[in-house]
């Protein structure tokens, strides 16, 4: 008989995880009979289960059949964010190779981000490719996915991982490493296999099921194929006449976003910041992206639990926190109404009333948001130098 474990950690009248703090609302989450999801036990099984020293030999292995046979030995796409530039770091620093480094620009980076970027790049000394998308295409967008799936942020979820696929092909560079698997957080994939970053992959985990054909169709003419280009996923006949593999870094070396901090702020000097609705213990979490804030809030409204659940989880499953430090984490943090929400709404050219509307009908049973109860989060130190043209 399974055990009744309802009661054991309740917070926003949502049954939580009895090892971490992720509820029922929780992508992929499933709980066993002791209460333990399944994020925690694909963690448990790359603590204990994964050969780490021959996944490594296989990392290496793979390089090897690389290494030297074009003007790039592979591609990183990058942000500029903790684990693109420890990816980047370890990929030249660790295995000697020599990347195209490939960058999506979602148009919201951080003023500290660009200097944090510039730093990398100059310290490690790289070819780095930036490509920046139509600003008015993006705001359409934004707004239509938003209202669709409750995520304004399909231009960057789908062109961050698009726009490298598409530079492989064009400059013929066929091995691409991403940083973290997604086993790390949720259970699309687990460590027990080599993650491939593709088509199959991208579809399932971050195109909120649109295509770059249905955004066209649901706009209604407002935007062109033209104008998607840097939507559409290579295809998958151009990707196998070159041979292309595009991994995660963290399927061959186990993944610790905090040493891994430790690592960039020493080595290159990568400096952490202030997010809303992140504890300061975690200064280097999303910290290159305006409207982190609104993107985590609007999880809130929907789900119930938002960034300090996923980092208080983390921590707990690496031994560094315990669930009742994790629990004053959350109460304290989570759920606070963003400064940077004005900043998005007049970009999204909503009311806070439609957004609200927008939010609670896209929410995950049984969380229910009370937004009486909520306090005003305070306003981030650079949110002054933020600009945009509304015309």
Not at 166 to 173: D, M, S
Not at 296 to 305: A, E, Q, S
Request: aromatic share 12%; charged share 30%; with cysteine.
């Amino acid at each position: 008989m399974a055990q009744d474990f309802s009661s054991t950690y309740i917070l926003n009248d949502l049954r939580r995880c009895t090892r971490c703090t992720i509820p029922e609302t929780h992508e992929t989450v499933v709980f066993d009979e002791q209460g333990v999801c399944n994020i925690c036990k694909n963690i448990e099984y790359k603590h204990t289960q994964v050969d780490w020293d021959d996944r490594k030999k296989q990392l290496l292995e793979l390089v090897e059949q690389y290494r030297g046979k074009g003007p790039y030995d592979c591609i990183v796409p990058f942000s500029g964010g903790k684990d693109s530039t420890f990816t980047l770091w370890y990929i030249m620093r660790e295995l000697g190779l020599k990347p195209l480094v490939v960058s999506f620009d979602h148009s919201f980076y951080r003023p500290k981000t660009i200097e944090n970027n510039e730093r990398t790049q100059r310290k490690l000394g790289i070819d780095f490719l930036k490509f920046r998308s139509d600003w008015k295409i993006v705001r359409k967008l934004m707004l239509e996915s938003l209202k669709r799936k409750g995520d304004f942020d399909w231009h960057a979820h789908v062109g961050c991982f698009v726009y490298p696929m598409q530079i492989a092909v064009k400059f013929r560079i066929p091995l691409l490493f991403w940083g973290e698997s997604s086993a790390e957080y949720t259970a699309y994939y687990n460590y027990a296999e080599i993650e491939e970053v593709d088509e199959r992959r991208h579809h399932r985990i971050n195109d909120l099921g649109i295509s770059a054909e249905d955004m066209v169709g649901f706009l209604g003419g407002a935007v062109t194929m033209r104008d998607m280009e840097p939507y559409i996923y290579p295809s998958s006949q151009e990707l196998r006449q070159l041979g292309v593999r595009s991994v995660c870094l963290g399927s061959y070396i186990p993944w610790d976003v905090k040493k891994h901090y430790e690592i960039i702020h020493r080595e290159l000097d990568w400096q952490g910041d202030q997010v809303e609705g992140v504890p300061p213990q975690y200064p280097y979490e999303k910290v290159e992206y305006q409207l982190q804030g609104p993107r985590d809030y609007l999880k809130f409204i929907k789900r119930g639990y938002a960034r300090t659940t996923h980092l208080t989880s983390i921590d707990i499953r690496n031994g560094r926190r315990t669930r009742d430090e994790a629990k004053e984490l959350i109460e304290k943090y989570e759920g606070k109404r963003p400064a940077s929400l004005d900043y998005l709404l007049p970009i999204l050219g909503i009311s806070e009333k439609e957004w609200r509307e927008i939010a609670l009908a896209q929410a995950i049973p049984p969380y229910q948001h009370d937004f009486s109860r909520e306090q005003n989060d305070e306003p981030l130190w650079d949110m002054k130098l933020w600009e945009w043209n509304p015309q």
